[in-house]
């Protein structure tokens, strides 16, 4: 079912009225075209506005993901009281440009949001992000905070170590989720990439997801579904992760990495931090649940 069905059908089972749990399937356009070889876009460039476009024109446009009259997500990671430099958020200069294309290719709005860790209205402002999107001046964008009264209980029906998550709305009903993660470090994770970002959808006691957290990010993966992974690896958190704060635990890469695979997306990300994809337990147990391609050969890896 497409996601507005998915949404009506958690309603009803969260109401009471539904007798069994719904099951959301993505339509095709948001997966990669062949389980076999996946597509991944990568490139190098100090201008990130014109590195976005490159890399969304690698990957077919963004009009071929994104429909006029479609209401979309832009998740970032603006988890935390830092400056763009400190790279423990995504960089606004990236969000802004995916916002600008996603503008262009129709979209009736934009909802770019994070539950965040430090005090929100310091992340939002800190990270630079709030002032990015408001020079966009559109009223399409809505840039907020999640509002507690919108998180849904959801049965993980696939779910091999949590079965049920508290998941925001938005994210949910949209008809496009775009991921769009910085890679850095994380001192329980070890990498905090696209799967790991996803977790900023969710409501309730997320330290308890800590204990046997790869597999519980992978199950969120089977309801929680991107249309693109974007992964801002403009400058990377090499260590003290996720929130860092010295300049010295951060290293310019200038590098932007896109797929509709989240899991392509996390491996290859993976080995800018000299890492092996295998050695990240969230990239191990989404693969083996047949969410994505974690061997970066069977990748269809195209450089722009």
């Not at 170590?161 to 994210?171: G, N, T």
Request: proline letters at 5%; a positive charge.
């Amino acid at each position: 079912m497409d996601r507005r069905n998915f949404l009506k059908q958690v309603f009803l089972w969260s109401a009471g009225l539904s007798v069994s749990v719904p099951t959301l399937t993505i339509s095709s356009r948001s997966l990669a075209s062949s389980p076999n070889a996946p597509l991944l876009v990568t490139g190098k460039e100090k201008d990130y506005a014109a590195l976005i476009g490159r890399i969304l024109d690698g990957l077919g446009g963004m009009s071929k993901f994104v429909s006029p009259g479609d209401k979309v997500v832009i998740k970032p990671n603006i988890g935390w009281d830092r400056n763009p430099e400190q790279a423990a958020n995504t960089h606004p200069t990236v969000i802004k440009a995916l916002a600008e294309h996603v503008l262009e290719a129709g979209a009736s709005k934009i909802l770019v949001f994070d539950r965040t860790c430090n005090e929100p209205r310091r992340c939002y402002v800190n990270s630079g992000i709030q002032t990015a999107l408001e020079s966009i001046n559109s009223k399409k964008i809505k840039f907020f905070h999640p509002d507690q009264r919108k998180y849904i209980p959801v049965e993980i029906k696939q779910g091999n170590s949590v079965r049920r998550l508290s998941i925001y709305k938005d994210a949910l009903e949209a008809d496009r989720y775009i991921n769009v993660p910085v890679a850095k470090h994380h001192g329980l994770s070890r990498l905090t990439l696209g799967l790991k970002n996803s977790m900023g959808v969710l409501g309730g006691d997320r330290g308890a997801l800590h204990h046997d957290l790869g597999q519980k990010l992978a199950d969120l993966a089977t309801v929680v579904r991107p249309t693109l992974t974007i992964i801002d690896a403009t400058r990377v958190l090499l260590r003290n992760g996720p929130q860092g704060g010295s300049l010295s635990d951060v290293e310019t890469k200038d590098t932007i990495i896109a797929s509709t695979d989240p899991v392509a997306a996390d491996a290859y990300a993976t080995t800018l931090f000299n890492l092996q994809p295998e050695e990240i337990e969230s990239s191990v147990a989404a693969h083996k649940m047949g969410l994505g391609e974690i061997n970066i050969g069977k990748m269809n890896v195209v450089k722009v």
